[in-house]
């Protein structure tokens, strides 16, 4: 594997997905070359950039045949077949889907990225049956990559965040599953400040990050 490939195909870099996205630049920074592509918003790339120099306005398939990529991964939950070692060791590209879960998942990695990836040969791989966040996907990939199994990935079904709201108790439930280590969820270290912050109301106004 030489490349994450990120393609961004949410309307704009809001909090949460932003956070999401620096967990998986800081996770692979080491090992492999994360690249975001489908960043068409000026704004967008500026801020994308602050996590990597690897911002591109080209889509991810302009990718792919710029850098002439053939073999290519994509983390889709509704692929038939699980991730394992081989596919990542033979992949030179593995694509993360730039996408904020729906509930119930509505397919969109299908139909937005493995349905249209032009490549040699596309390798449709999913993480179990269970839908992750951006950050968990990055997270499982890269322990298969160094060799654990999809079966012994351990993973908690949903998270339940305690805020309070103008003096008022609520629970906010997200329903994803998250990878586990030492009996905590793996997710970035923002990432229920960002949640408390407000980022339920501004995902569903579709808000951008430099909107008033």
Not at 170 to 185: D, H, M, Q, R, S
Request: glycine residues 6%; aromatic residues 8%.
């Amino acid at each position: 594997m030489r490349y994450v490939i990120v393609p961004h195909l949410e309307p704009c870099i809001s909090p949460w997905i932003l956070s999401e996205y620096r967990f998986v630049a800081n996770l692979f920074k080491d090992s492999v070359t994360v690249v975001f592509t489908d960043v068409y918003r000026d704004s967008d790339i500026t801020e994308l950039k602050r996590l990597t120099s690897n911002v591109y306005k080209l889509n991810f398939n302009e990718f792919i045949a710029m850098n002439n990529l053939e073999r290519i991964v994509v983390l889709d939950p509704q692929a038939t077949k699980g991730l394992t070692k081989l596919d990542v060791e033979i992949a030179d590209a593995v694509i993360i889907g730039g996408i904020m879960g729906d509930h119930p998942p509505r397919g969109r990695t299908k139909k937005l990225i493995t349905d249209r990836v032009r490549a040699m040969k596309v390798m449709p791989r999913n993480l179990g049956k269970k839908q992750l966040t951006i950050a968990g996907a990055a997270y499982v990939l890269k322990t298969i990559w160094e060799g654990r199994k999809l079966s012994e990935t351990e993973l908690i079904d949903g998270l339940a965040i305690n805020v309070n709201l103008n003096g008022v108790e609520l629970t906010i439930e997200l329903p994803y599953a998250f990878p586990v280590v030492n009996g905590k969820p793996v997710m970035p270290e923002d990432y229920i400040e960002v949640v408390k912050g407000g980022t339920i109301y501004f995902e569903s106004m579709g808000k951008c990050i430099d909107e008033d």
